[in-house]
């Protein structure tokens, strides 16, 4: 069993998630992944690392309520216990010095980035963290990304906070500065890594990101996390999750993201990138 | 054996077979000719004294019958639903000749159900301990006998799975309609009365790496079982609908799905149903999807009936039960409509030609035989290579260019030092019995090696 030691909403539809799970702390690196099951009846769901503290065996966790899964997580409170947290799984995400990296986080993957962004930072890359949101009560973490970011970019939708636009406009202000970056790694919803990795392929470096597939083992035995990266098939739980976003197929990643939508009755939520 | 009747069994998930009744079982028993020489022992596997427990049943000592299975055998109540005895023990019975050989494994599963009405089970005797910790990762049969085996000799045994519940394929593959999860739940359990100490949700390899693993144990046993599921490599192989058989049959019996809307894991009705392949895992796939309602389900398979890999069983079970054939065809391209999922699945006939490495006739496609089908859905079950996750994260291990662990024939050992490996991981995609064997005999050469340790 695993113990909650906290959960809170962080902004609407987003919650943190503070789970005792010392063995899987023990050897986290950026970038993996863990499966939570909160017990028989419910799904198996993989959920990026967003934070940890090996010395307190925690593991913190920034999610999104979509669906009966996640509302059952959001409902849990300190001092309940659920029976599978299992990782660290996937492949972690490279870390080098590459020089400037541009990092950048929406919705939960402003939680799942704050890793990457630190373990960049001690390596000595000059660390430039985008966050991104519909709306400036959807930003969170500013203060704990700021802390291991050389330059920090606000980009609101409607303009409420920081720069109007979406990642986009990212580029757009790196291009004025005269930054130009040796990677760009961006994490959050399909929509985020989709648009990133059309919007900073111009600066031909790699632009990595995580892939939300459908999951269900998590250990390469049941294929449902495939994708098509660079005309190969991959299992995004074994292989990835970070991919080149540049290679990657797109237009079949949305559509099996979406398989389960008609069946699962997604709640609609509000944080506006599309919700998959 | 009586078994549920066809037309009820498609439409529910509860046990085909329905079981030999004690007076069935005396009466079948009682057809042995308990041979000097038993050529049915040969036949298995783990070299149960056949002829002894089926005498034991004969003589209505059922509790005597069960205690000679286990010498032999942790698994009975699993092996004499699974096991495929007519190419095994039963095919060489001496009353096979006659056409009608004893129905061995429907004896072991009779003793086997017997034992679990009982009140109380008899415990065996376990030996002193000897203080000599072993690690065993994966809980499949594999895993389960070594387990089973090594808790008896007096060492410590604590089994890592990587699930969120035991039994590997067991557990997540075969259905509850030919193997009840409560079954591998009554192994499972037995085992941890013994002593065992279960970890699940651990990945050795991520959670902690095989070598961090060796450090705390004296000896390691690798029991991880198949992984990656392979697909065609045709196009439109990633349009939803598609599944592979790990998938399908993992969301429906190590999920539940068979119980959504009271299960969160969905599994998406669908009406027509290809699944390609042609072993028990194809015939489970398609019971299956007829189960959860599918107007029609075809197993489709580039060979003939002749050379179809699954059990005679399960076939004549599927075929009963409504299952189609669509024997020389292969499936070459499918279709998606606009949302991405499956519509149509094109496929080509072919032809028998010359036989191959492995004997069986080569299937050739014959130019200009295309045609399609209309479906909704298509489960590939045409096999899956090794798990990676130990070989990928425990670079010192040999492995084959299949990704399977190679170890010595004899004693199960790895190219590491104080790790052995069996099942699946070994020999590739088997059979329950074959991982249990291997289980023993890797059991055997752990045994000796702790004993040597002082
Ligand atoms: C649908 C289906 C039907 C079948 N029908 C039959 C049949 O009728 N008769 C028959 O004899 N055989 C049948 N088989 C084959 C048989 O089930 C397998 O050969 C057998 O289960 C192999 O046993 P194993 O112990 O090697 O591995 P598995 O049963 O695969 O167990 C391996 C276990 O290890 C776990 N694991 C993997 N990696 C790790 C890790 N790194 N750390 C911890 N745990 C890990 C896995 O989660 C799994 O639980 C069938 C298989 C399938 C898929
Ligand atoms: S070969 Fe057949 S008849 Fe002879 S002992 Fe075995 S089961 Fe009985
Ligand atoms: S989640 Fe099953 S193979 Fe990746």
Redesign the pocket.
């Known amino acids: 069993m695993f113990k909650i030691i906290e959960r809170k909403s962080i902004v609407p539809n987003l919650h943190l998630l503070v789970v005792h799970a010392p063995d899987v702390v023990e050897t986290i690196q950026p970038g993996q992944f863990v499966i939570i099951h909160c017990g028989e009846g419910s799904e198996r769901i993989p959920l990026t690392a967003a934070d940890w503290d090996r010395e307190e065996g925690t593991l913190s966790i920034v999610f999104m309520e979509v669906g009966t899964s996640t509302g059952k997580l959001a409902m849990l409170q300190p001092g309940d216990e659920i029976p599978t947290v299992v990782g660290p799984l996937g492949v972690p995400i490279e870390i080098e010095k590459f020089g400037v990296v541009v990092c950048i986080g929406g919705c939960f993957g402003l939680g799942s980035i704050f890793p990457v962004v630190r373990a960049l930072k001690e390596k000595g890359n000059e660390v430039i963290t985008m966050l991104e949101g519909r709306s400036k009560n959807l930003l969170y973490w500013e203060e704990k990304l700021s802390k291991y970011s050389d330059k920090v970019i606000k980009l609101t939708r409607d303009g409420s906070y920081g720069y109007k636009g979406h990642v986009k406009k990212g580029s757009e202000l790196l291009r004025e500065l005269g930054i130009k970056p040796d990677r760009v790694i961006a994490n959050g919803c399909t929509t985020l890594s989709y648009l990133a990795s059309r919007d900073y392929a111009h600066f031909d470096v790699p632009v990595i990101v995580t892939l939300n597939t459908i999951m269900i083992?998590g250990?390469g035995?049941c294929g449902v996390c495939r994708c098509t990266v660079d005309g190969k098939m991959k299992f995004a739980c074994v292989d990835g999750p970070s991919f080149d976003g540049r290679l990657v197929d797109w237009e079949e990643l949305a559509a099996r993201r979406k398989q389960y939508i008609s069946e699962e009755a997604f709640l609609v939520h509000h944080s506006g990138c599309g919700g998959f | 054996m009586p078994k549920q009747a066809d037309f009820i069994r498609k439409r529910n998930f509860k046990e085909v077979a329905l079981g030999y009744s004690a007076e069935d079982a005396i009466e079948e028993a009682g057809r042995c000719l308990d041979c000097k020489k038993p050529f049915c022992v040969d036949g298995c596997p783990v070299e149960i004294d056949i002829p002894g427990f089926i005498r034991a049943i004969a003589e209505e000592d059922f509790a005597l019958a069960i205690k000679i299975l286990k010498e032999k055998n942790c698994l009975p109540a699993v092996c004499g639903r699974?096991?495929?005895q007519e190419e095994q023990c039963e095919i060489k019975c001496i009353l096979e000749k006659k056409g009608a050989p004893i129905a061995i494994g429907r004896l072991e599963r009779f003793a086997a159900e017997w034992e679990s009405q009982q009140d109380s089970i008899e415990m065996p005797v376990i030996d002193d301990k000897t203080g000599k910790k072993v690690a065993v990762?994966?809980?499949?049969?594999?895993?389960?006998t070594v387990a089973g085996d090594l808790i008896l000799q007096g060492h410590d045994v604590t089994m890592?799975?990587?699930?969120h519940e035991?039994?590997?394929?067991?557990?997540?593959?075969?259905?509850e309609f030919?193997l009840p999860a409560s079954v591998v739940t009554r192994e499972i359990e037995y085992l941890q009365k013994l002593g065992v100490k279960l970890i699940c949700n651990?990945?050795?390899?991520?959670t902690r790496s095989l070598k961090k693993i060796l450090d705390e144990y004296d000896a390691v046993f690798v029991?991880?079982?198949?992984?990656l599921p392979w697909f065609m490599n045709i196009p439109g192989e990633n349009l939803n609908g598609v599944y592979s058989?790990?998938e399908y049959?993992t969301r429906v019996n190590l999920m539940r799905g068979f119980q959504y809307p009271k299960t969160y894991t969905p599994v998406v009705r669908h009406k027509k149903v290809a699944v390609v392949g042609g072993?028990?895992?194809a015939m489970?796939?398609a019971r299956t999807a007829l189960r959860l309602g599918a107007e029609e389900a075809v197993i489709v398979y580039r060979r003939s009936e002749t050379e179809l890999p699954a059990?005679e069983e399960?076939y004549e079970n599927a075929d009963e039960e409504g299952v189609k054939f669509s024997f020389l065809t292969l499936p070459e391209k499918l279709y998606g409509d606009k949302n991405g999922w499956l519509k149509e699945i094109e496929c080509s006939k072919m032809e028998l030609g010359e036989p191959d490495a492995s004997g069986r006739r080569r299937p050739i496609r014959i130019d200009g035989s295309e045609f399609r089908m209309k479906m909704d859905a298509c489960i590939v079950a045409i096999g899956n290579s090794p798990?990676p996750?130990?070989p990928q994260t425990t670079p010192e291990l040999a492995v084959s260019k299949w990704g399977t662990i190679e170890v010595d024939e004899e004693s199960f050992k790895t190219t590491i030092d104080r790790v052995w490996a069996?099942?699946?991981?070994v020999s590739g995609?088997?059979?329950?019995?074959?991982?249990m064997g291997?289980?023993r005999k890797a059991a055997r050469s752990m045994h000796e090696y702790l004993s040597s340790l002082t």
């Open positions: 083992d250990t035995m | 699974v096991c495929p990762i994966g809980s499949g049969p594999a895993g389960i890592y799975e990587a699930l035991p039994g590997g394929v067991l557990t997540y593959g075969i259905p030919r651990f990945v050795v390899g991520k029991g991880t079982g198949a992984g058989a790990n049959l072993g028990n895992v489970d796939c059990r399960e798990n996750i130990i069996g099942g699946d991981i995609a088997a059979t329950v019995i074959l991982a291997a289980g």
